[in-house]
């Protein structure tokens, strides 16, 4: 997993609020279990007309925010089923960042597993990054996770809350397997010592 430190880039507004998971990659794209290539059914629904054309008025089609980078969005984003792809359509499309009031449990869980910084914000803090993002792609958002702060355009500054342990994961790009290969060490020492106890086994 890619380490999270620094953040900057353009942040795509969504206003809408309850955005599920089938919203975010419909059911139709939960075939494959590999990560990459989901990008293309992020958001689909809405991203894509009928025929198969683009839907010019969904922001991600809109040029200003085609590679966006973070994307701020409505109360409880994220809510639904637990599909695991959600994240990954998101990560595939090039957003690392989603900030919103609040989150779907399981899919807030599912960010930290796969390297995507899910962040909570209050309400007025919210409507100032929607006022910032709907500047366009002139109007660049920094997160710093270390000092757990969004730098607005203008120099503003909010800071957010996170789990110590989650920070500490994605500062060092450690999902569940690398928190396990991080001890190997101390695995292969018991291993041993099991294996010289119970050389029957």
């Known amino acids: 997993m890619e380490k999270f430190t620094v953040l900057e880039g353009v942040a795509a507004p969504l206003r809408a609020i309850n955005v599920d ?22 958001f689909a629904d809405k991203r894509y007309l009928d025929d198969g054309s683009e839907n010019p008025d969904f922001v991600l089609n809109q040029p200003a925010y085609r590679n966006a ?14 599909r695991e792809h959600a994240p990954w359509a998101l990560k595939d499309f090039g957003i690392a960042c989603v900030i ?3 989150f779907g449990d399981i899919f807030y869980n599912n960010c930290f597993k796969n390297g ?12 100032k990054l929607f006022d910032d993002a709907e500047r366009g792609a002139n109007a660049r958002l920094t ?3 270390e000092k757990q702060e969004i730098r607005g355009p203008d120099g503003g500054v909010i800071r957010f809350d996170i789990d110590p342990h989650r920070k500490h994961c994605l500062l060092n790009g450690l999902d569940d397997i690398g928190l396990t290969l991080a001890k190997k060490d101390k695995i292969a020492s018991f291993e041993e010592k099991a294996q010289a106890a119970r050389p029957w086994l």
């Open 143 to 145: 997160i710093d996770l």
């Open 100 to 102: 919103s009031t609040s």
């Open 116 to 127: 995507l910084l899910p962040i909570k914000v209050s309400a007025d803090d919210l409507e």
């Open 21 to 42: 998971t089938d919203a975010i990659i419909p059911k139709q794209y939960l075939k494959t279990i590999k990560r990459t290539g989901l990008g293309k059914g992020l």
């Open 69 to 82: 980078k973070i994307l701020v969005a409505g109360d409880n984003f994220g809510c639904g089923s637990s």
